[in-house]
């Protein structure tokens, strides 16, 4: 959090310094600014201001615009550079540059501020943080629409991404839930052919929700790729299992995924490809890094003989 003080005032405000500190109606109005922004519906400038206001519960009432209207032009363009100065002080971590010095949405962070989602009357259901709970197969089938969005850019694209990771209720979960065998997931099973139809649900979601999911998805994926996880109470790094592309082209591409899921498809270390499929994503992972820890150190002893 950071801390706004104004002594002269009595004024002592916290306000939020990441997405991670934000309730849910402060992250979902922020969001709602930046992708104005991205849009060009608004200026940059302008979504962070707005941001700031809300953050720092500052109202404006009919006497703040009156006295705005009998300022000089002097005073108001100094209030309003106070305002911008300290929004982009505050605020500013809801954008970054990116290789062309452009100004995008910086959405990172590993939690999902959206494990359940409305289309209309429906509730979806999505992975847990980190994607800890996404299964081998949606993450591959995520990863494959995710990148035909960004080729196409076409919203059924984005619907059928967001269907490999959201899905309605399964059959009968009040019931299985309270079983001893329960396996923990509430969203029914993964499967393709339903893509269409779960897509049809995730088409009704609103827009502001669909480009946070896309965004926490895409800023995962280079985050596993390169920093320390601990899973199990270990600390792993999956860094030597990719290689090549800036951090930004990894995040957005998902440059390196191919190759390491197609060697584990080939190899089928797990069963066949419906088994494979099934198996949780950091299950795969962690067999790749030991085979890849085994093969390192082979080639290790061979160059001391």
Known sequence: MNTLELPEKSIHIEIPSHWDEMDQTQRLYCLKQAVLASAGVIRTEEALVRCFYHLADIQRDYKSVAMERIMSEEQRMEKQSRAWLLAETLCGFVFRKN??????????????????????????????????????????????????????????????????????????????????????FRREPFNRSRLPINAQYTAQVGHVIQTAILLWFSYLIGYIQKETLVLGGVEVNFSSLFGGGSGDERRSRGNGWVSVLHNVAKEGPF???????????????????????????MKRKLKKK
């Open 99 to 184: 290789e062309k010095e452009e100004l995008e949405i910086c959405y990172e962070t590993v939690f999902n501020h959206f494990p359940v989602i409305r289309a209309g009357k429906v509730k979806l259901y999505g992975p847990g943080h980190l994607l800890a709970d996404l299964t081998f197969g949606e993450f591959r089938a995520a990863l494959e629409e995710m990148n035909e969005y960004f080729e196409s850019r076409e919203v059924e694209c984005m619907c059928r991404f967001l269907a490999c990771l959201y899905r309605p209720e399964r059959t009968g979960y009040a019931e299985l839930s309270q079983r001893e065998d329960f396996d923990g």
């Open 271 to 297: 069963g066949d490809v419906e088994k494979t499929d099934k198996m949780g994503l950091f299950d795969v992972l962690l067999y790749m890094k030991d085979c890849d820890d085994q093969n390192r150190e």
